[in-house]
């Protein structure tokens, strides 16, 4: 069974960066677009950023983090990652991965963010 791991969130003063991490185990993500999601508290889960399935720079972002965030991947070692620079309070989430678009893996247990002010 393809599991999720996500890592690498925690407390960040505003303007702070943070690097998450995304590790599959089970399976391969070589064959998908990943992408990052997050949820802000009382909201839903939104797709904040993609990357194709060979990487490259055809990486794709919501407005609100094109510019501040990377995504990247690293194939042979199953693992997705997020670069976030210049965090805002409103980046404040649980931060997910999964397949982009249409999500097929079962969701991880995510990695808090919390930006302060």
């Known amino acids: 069974q393809v599991q999720l791991v996500e890592s690498g969130g925690g407390l960040v003063q505003a303007g702070g960066s943070l690097r998450l991490s995304c590790a599959v185990s089970g399976g391969t993500l070589s064959s998908y677009d990943m992408g990052w999601y997050r949820q802000a508290p009382g909201k839903g889960r939104d797709l904040v950023a993609t990357v194709p399935e060979n990487g490259g720079d055809a990486e794709d972002y919501s407005l609100d983090v094109k510019g501040r965030f990377t995504i990247s991947r690293n194939n042979a070692k199953n693992t997705v990652y997020l670069q976030m620079n210049n965090l805002t309070p409103e980046d404040t989430a649980v931060y997910y991965c999964?397949?982009?678009?249409?999500?097929?893996?079962?969701w991880g247990q995510g990695t808090q963010v919390t930006v302060s002010s």
């Open positions: 999964n397949t982009a678009g249409v999500a097929i893996y079962t």
